[in-house]
């Protein structure tokens, strides 16, 4: 379990990413990696996420989002009260040199125990292909994995969602099954690919420069 007091941020080894260790259900550590840092979501991330996620290259893979910044503003809130229920995190995707998020990561427990959990994933289009979900998800991972517990981490993608099944056969995970017509988009059912990491082989596997969190 992490630390319950906020402590400075620390860089413990030669590559390791440097990270701000908190009580997770009382606020999320703030990890700097690469050319990402991923924190807390902010009320003021509100009309960026807006921006970046309603577009049609972005929604047409994902739940449809809020349509409004209002809407973007009480999904913020709902994010912090479960996070402090201890049902779910999501961390905001802040590129460097950039105050504002343009992509989340969240991480959802369907067990009470948090032992299996779904992550999915949105980013901004103008940000595909710039390497920032490698580094982001290896984070996010060893997050779910390491401090929140879980041992089982489930991912689901449009079939049609080449780029989305791509990354994350990336960084490791296994193609399970196609869950048919589980997706409903637009008015239509659509097939997904169930992916699931496992934390044993995680920790196996992880790439020199993961971040550890006490």
């Known amino acids: ?36 840092t991923l924190r807390e979501l902010r009320i003021a991330d509100a009309p960026t996420l807006h921006a970046m996620l309603t577009t049609a290259e972005v929604s047409r893979f994902i739940s449809p989002p809020p349509t409004t910044v209002a809407g973007f503003e009480r999904f913020i809130e709902w994010t912090l009260r479960e996070r402090a229920a201890g049902r779910y995190v999501c961390f905001a995707v802040v590129p460097n040199g950039i105050d504002e998020a343009v992509g989340l990561f969240q991480v959802r427990a369907l067990d009470a125990r948090f032992d299996i959990a779904e992550w999915g994933f949105a980013l901004g289009c103008p940000f595909w292909g710039s390497g920032m979900f490698v580094h982001a998800s290896r984070q996010i991972l060893d997050f779910a994995f390491d401090v929140l517990g879980v041992r089982r981490l489930e991912a689901r993608a449009s079939v049609q ?39 044993d082989e995680w920790r196996l596997t992880r790439p020199l420069g993961s971040i550890s969190v006490h």
Not at 13 to 36: C, K, M, N, Y
Not at 172 to 180: D, F, M, Q, T, Y
């Open 161 to 199: 969602n080449g780029r989305g099944n791509g990354a994350l056969q990336k960084i490791g995970a296994i193609r399970e099954a196609v869950l048919r017509k589980s997706f409903l988009h637009n008015g239509q059912y659509h097939d997904q690919v169930l992916w699931s990491l496992h934390a």
């Open 1 to 36: 379990m992490i630390q319950s007091r906020v402590l400075p941020s620390t860089c413990t080894e030669r590559g390791r990413a440097a990270v701000t260790q908190t009580d997770w259900r009382t606020a999320l550590p703030v990890i700097h990696a690469g050319p990402v």
